[in-house]
């Protein structure tokens, strides 16, 4: 039973590998026009279970059943991806290094690190060498007003930051 179930997600990732070079509404065209019957196969045949919830399958069926609307979104959206990986990875680093974060000492001090993470995993997603977009953050911020006016962070967010920002490819020690 599983099997069946993971060949329709297989499907599904086969359809995303071939659009990778799509434009993000030529994906969400393919995707309401190839995967989202894929899809409906898939809950019908959910539906269509008969398993026991006390089992660890039963209770996948159902809890995928829960989280349909929120699995149908990327159907309507070019822009999301199917899976949450890239986002799982970009947190691995904290989550691993969490015992750490019990040494923060203060609350001021966690939240200091969860802005500097954020800041970091940010100008990744972005194309960033996440050191050179830091540096110029810092020396620009001081003359950008933002604790007067807040609508000023904008002009120290990533797709504002200059070409050398947009560095050559950096590495990261994980």
Sequence with gaps: MALRGKKYCDRLFA?????EGCSTDERRINRQEK??????????????????????????????????????????D??????NNRAER??????????N?????????????AIMYSMIETAKENGLDPFAYLVWVFHTAPG???????AALERIL?????????????????
């Design 15 to 19: 359809m995303e590998r071939e659009w």
């Design 35 to 76: 995967a989202k019957p894929v899809v409906d196969e898939f809950f019908q045949w959910l539906h269509g279970m008969q398993c026991s919830v006390k089992s660890a399958f039963g209770r996948a069926v159902q809890y995928c059943l829960r989280q349909k609307k929120y699995l149908l979104g990327y159907l309507l």
């Design 78 to 83: 070019g822009r999301l991806e199917i899976s």
């Design 90 to 99: 970009s947190i691995k680093p904290f989550v691993i290094g969490r015992k």
């Design 101 to 113: 974060f019990l040494f923060a000492n203060t609350p001021r001090g966690a939240k200091a690190s």
């Design 144 to 150: 950008t007003g933002i604790r007067e006016i807040p």
């Design 158 to 174: 990533p797709f504002h930051a200059p070409l050398f920002c947009r560095a050559a490819k950096f590495q990261m020690a994980v």
